[in-house]
């Protein structure tokens, strides 16, 4: 219908603009709506009406897909589908089965998703949880829309946070064995480094504590940044998530990058010294204001080594870098864009999606910290208290950017008003009615019924959202938006729980059962389908 929309549109001469179709909320304004006309009209500075008019008498479109279009209001065009249309879509989702909504449009164009991220400093809390579970689902989704996706974790394990680290665990060891010592300035207080203080004493005996500080310090970086790491990679490996390739920041210093991107940009006279620092022009690329890459002292920003990352990146043959990031990252976005600009890279290569702050509640208070960590609420106390599917869900319901509250009470309910459990319940249901009936779903066939039964209202608008999912997918990747599919399967559910309540399957007449039973399997693929996308179980009980 798009295709149809365009040629209508290139034939009458008029310029080329995006067609959208989307479902009116009205079903008396039909099955499918464009507003096109009104955009075009703008453009033209004529009647959008008029123009809705022309395009509608243009377009054309192979027999048995619309059965009526109309020109209403300002100058929507609206389409009603013909019967065949949408009974069409139930045989295509059954042929798919998990593979309905996935599509090729990627085109097998490398992407690295970096996500999570985190300084191995101590335990992940829950503002990385949420960017675990939108990093893990953007992934899915481009694998879903045809791209070859690499999920990455970059470690920073050269700057001043792991040094603190290391001297705040030295600390703890002095105290371990009786001594006063203070956590410096900056330093890390959590309870995790105590027990992590013990352990070491108690398999390294009282010596270690007698090492020459500086050698105490060292040892004590290696460990942490070891221990810390291996614990992330459990938080996250229980909370669904798996990453292709950790990279790690020292790598960068050892492979010469960071001194060969210096050199880049000065060959490109993109850098100046004052006041004994090296500054690099990104103002001349977007950026508000150049930023100083080498300190008076000669000691690296960290703007240098991520610049070399991301060029990293590029050279391992990545078209596109996507790199999920904190709230507090927010004004960092265009400064890197800059340096990328400054060294030739596309526009499109690299984005940036920022995710917002979460705050957790429980009983209508927020909780701020756990006793583990001293400062936060970890992401193992929550998945561990919610579930993993809750979590995951949760954290995926709305906009990333935009600021989020996590109400344990709602996620750990086990009725309808929980969404994660309410979406799981319409896919227990279909499974249910297959169960009950002695059916197994992997045998249902689209052949042979009469899809035409499916008559009653509540099926005509379940089978068209149904058939909305590859549409749906496809601009949720696009968009690098999983809430969008969080949304359309609430939206399905809402159907699907709507249709069982009011319409029997089993026992309802040879015909109408066997048609029905085609709609059931389609619902449960579609579910299923979308949960797995944003790591979510779709259970057969609940």
Not at 14 to 26: G, I, K, N, S, T
Not at 107 to 116: P, T, Y
Not at 282 to 305: I, M
Request: glycine fraction near 10%.
């Amino acid at each position: 219908m798009r295709e149809a929309l365009r040629r209508a549109i290139e034939a009458l001469g008029f310029p080329a603009v995006e067609v959208v179709l989307q479902q009116p909320r009205d079903p008396g304004h039909g099955d499918l709506a464009t507003n096109v006309a009104l955009k075009l009209g703008a453009q033209l500075k004529r009647p959008a009406r008029d123009v809705a008019e022309q395009i509608a008498a243009q377009v054309q479109l192979a027999p048995g897909i619309v059965e009526k279009v109309e020109v209403a209001g300002p100058g929507f065009i609206n389409f009603w589908l013909a019967a065949e249309a949408l009974t069409d879509v139930l045989p295509r989702i059954l042929e798919a089965g998990e593979k309905w909504g996935r599509s090729t449009r990627g085109a097998g164009k490398l992407v690295n998703v970096e996500f999570v991220s985190a300084n191995p400093t101590g335990p992940l809390h829950v503002g990385h949880g949420r960017g675990a579970a939108l990093g893990d689902a953007i992934a899915s989704l481009l694998e879903a829309t045809g791209y070859e996706v690499t999920r990455e974790f970059y470690v920073n394990d050269a700057g001043v946070q792991v040094d603190r680290l290391a001297r705040s665990l030295w600390a703890r060891v002095q105290q371990a064995v009786g001594r006063e010592a203070e956590i410096p300035e900056g330093g890390y207080h959590g309870n995790y480094l105590v027990d992590l203080a013990r352990e070491l004493i108690a398999a390294e005996g009282r010596g270690f504590a007698e090492l020459p500080e500086e050698e105490g310090v060292r040892r004590c970086r290696e460990i942490a940044v070891r221990r810390q790491r291996e614990e992330q990679d459990r938080d996250l490996a229980d909370f669904g998530v798996r990453f292709d390739v950790i990279y790690w920041e020292s790598q960068l210093y050892g492979s010469g990058l960071v001194d060969d991107v210096l050199r880049r940009l000065g060959e490109r006279g993109l850098t100046y010294e004052r006041d004994g620092a090296l500054w690099l022009r990104t103002s001349e690329f977007g950026d508000a204001k150049d930023r100083v890459l080498r300190k008076s002292d000669g000691s690296y920003t960290y703007f240098v080594p991520d610049i070399a990352y991301h060029v990293a990146k590029a050279e391992r043959g990545f078209e596109r870098a996507i790199d999920v990031w904190g709230a507090d990252h927010h004004g960092y976005v265009p400064r890197m864009a800059a340096a990328l600009a400054a060294l030739g890279f596309p526009p499109d290569f690299f984005q940036a999606v920022i995710v917002q702050l979460v705050r957790v509640m429980r009983h209508g208070e927020e909780v701020r910290f756990s006793k583990r960590s001293g400062e936060f609420v970890t992401l193992r106390d929550l998945y561990e208290e919610t579930g993993v599917d809750a979590a995951r869900y949760f954290f995926l319901m709305r906009r990333a950017d935009s600021q989020f509250v996590f109400d344990i009470d709602l996620a750990t309910k086990q009725s309808e008003e929980n969404p994660v459990y309410y979406v799981q319940y319409a896919h227990t249901r279909m499974a249910g009615i297959f169960r009950t009936g002695g059916i197994d779903p992997r045998k249902i066939g689209a052949d042979g019924a009469d899809l035409t039964l499916l008559s009653e209202p509540e099926e005509q608008e379940l089978i068209k959202t149904l058939g909305q999912f590859p549409e749906v997918v496809s601009k949720a990747a696009e968009t690098l938006e999983p809430h969008r599919i969080v949304t359309y399967l609430e939206e399905v559910a809402r159907l699907v729980n709507g249709w069982y309540h009011r319409h029997r399957v089993l026992g309802a007449g040879a015909d109408l059962e066997r048609a029905r039973l085609v709609l059931a399997r389609a619902a449960q693929i579609v579910l299923a389908n979308g949960l797995r996308l944003i790591g979510v179980s779709a259970p057969e009980r609940m």
